[in-house]
């Protein structure tokens, strides 16, 4: 049998199918409250996206019409969670750990209609991005203006994130449930938020040259300069950049290869270059493929 439900790949109501469907009857001791739930794998008729479908409905649920029949109630509830309306950020995994890991539970509360969780959430979200930059001040208020003075954010951006502040205290302080269209504005500031500060930038990135001013974004610049050809060999940190090179501001590069020296002789964090001194020049010798490391 054929039922429209939401698809959560689609984005809107589709045709489905069942795949499996196993009902399940139940009552109480004395035969007065009686239930039942639905459980089935459905299709979607469109995509092929899978799904699960809850369907409970018990006596209790039975509301009786102005000609006194009964007219049958039941709860629908759809697996995985979804957002029917707002949008959920592409390119989470751009986001430093932390606020990547709230942003997630903070979209699964949102999903769940836990409003007060969500609130809070986008709140934490601000807290973990000051964190991020540095931005050290006791006070959540103070935090959000030195994000525009610093020069992160536009002032009417610190703006928004003001609004988040006062809902999520009022949510958190008093118990006050937002409105679902209320969190519907929080998500896209939010996502705006995230989007500039982490996710355009990366993506832009991996397809177009930028600028290097960071040793976490240079170190993994050079683990992608090293390749099989180059195992054995001994390099100057500009051989093996090559024309990337000039991603790089020189003050940025000699601070970054001093860090570089740094952590291969002296921290040994890094394991898959030999630095060898030459004269007055620095050669590494490349002595693996060095790994992904996947915090950066």
């Known amino acids: 049998m054929e039922e429209k439900y939401y698809c959560r790949n689609c984005k809107g109501q589709r ?42 409905s018990d006596t209790e649920m039975t509301i009786y019409n102005e000609e006194g029949a009964p007219d049958y109630d039941n709860e629908i509830t759809l697996y995985p969670f979804y957002l029917e309306e707002g949008r959920e950020l592409d390119g989470t995994y751009y986001l430093p750990k932390t606020i990547r890991n709230i942003y997630e539970e903070t979209i699964k509360a949102f999903k769940t209609s836990a409003y007060i969780l969500t609130a809070g959430g986008f709140r934490a979200i601000i807290e973990a991005t000051c964190n991020d930059l540095k931005i050290r001040e006791d006070d959540l208020s103070k935090r959000i203006d030195l994000l525009h003075e610093k020069g992160f954010l536009t002032l009417n951006e610190s703006k928004r994130l003001h609004s988040i502040r006062f809902l999520g205290n009022s949510a958190l302080h008093e118990m006050e449930t937002p409105k679902k269209d209320q969190l519907l504005i929080l998500l896209e500031i939010i996502n705006h938020l995230l989007e500039n500060l982490y996710i355009h930038d ?36 500009s051989q093996i ?40 020049k620095i050669i590494y010798k490349i002595k693996k493929i060095p790994e992904f490391n996947f915090d950066f």
């Open 241 to 280: 950049l090559g024309k990337s090179k000039i991603l790089i501001k020189p003050i940025d590069f000699k601070k970054f290869e001093t860090k570089l020296i740094e952590d291969i002789d002296i921290n040994k964090t890094i394991d898959f270059l030999i630095t060898i001194k030459n004269e007055d």
């Open 15 to 56: 045709n489905h199918k069942t795949i499996f469907e196993k009902k399940i009857r139940g009552s109480d001791d004395v035969g007065y409250f009686h239930w039942v739930n639905n459980y089935s794998i459905i299709e979607c008729l469109g995509c092929e996206n899978i799904s699960f479908l809850n369907i409970y």
């Open 202 to 237: 990366k993506k832009i990135g991996n397809h177009i040259d930028t600028i290097i001013d960071k040793y976490d974004d240079f170190l993994k610049l050079i683990r992608n300069k090293i390749t099989k050809d180059n195992l054995d060999k001994e390099l100057t940190l």
